[in-house]
């Protein structure tokens, strides 16, 4: 699961820490995240953005994460089960900004 965190620090709670921007984490760990009553209020006043139903993201949603993602080996992976082009070119173009900042 994508979860976007828009703050501007990491935070850690119950074995798992997301760092600013996208990060790729597990259901279930997210859900022991949430339970902490820090985290849980964070993600009440938006700090954290996510796929709260078990459905695919729309397009715009999900290029909108991949652009705040800086982990290419997260990118890389979310490729395999994408087949949207958008999605797609926007991944591509992402880890090109990454791998070559000065360009």
């Keep these: 699961m994508l979860v976007q965190n828009k703050g501007n620090h990491s935070y850690q709670a119950n074995g798992l820490t997301l760092v600013p921007g996208t990060n790729n984490v597990g259901d279930q760990e997210f859900e022991q995240f949430l339970a902490h009553p820090l985290m849980a209020h964070l993600e009440e006043t ?23 993602a800086f982990d290419i080996d997260m990118l890389n992976a979310l490729k395999v089960d994408e087949d949207r082009k958008t999605v797609l070119d926007a991944i591509d173009k992402r880890i090109e900004e990454l791998s070559n900042p000065e360009n």
Excluded: C, P
Aim: proline share 0%.
């Design 46 to 68: 938006g700090e954290f953005v996510y796929e709260k139903e078990k459905t695919k993201t729309n397009a715009k949603e999900a290029i909108a994460m991949i652009e705040d």
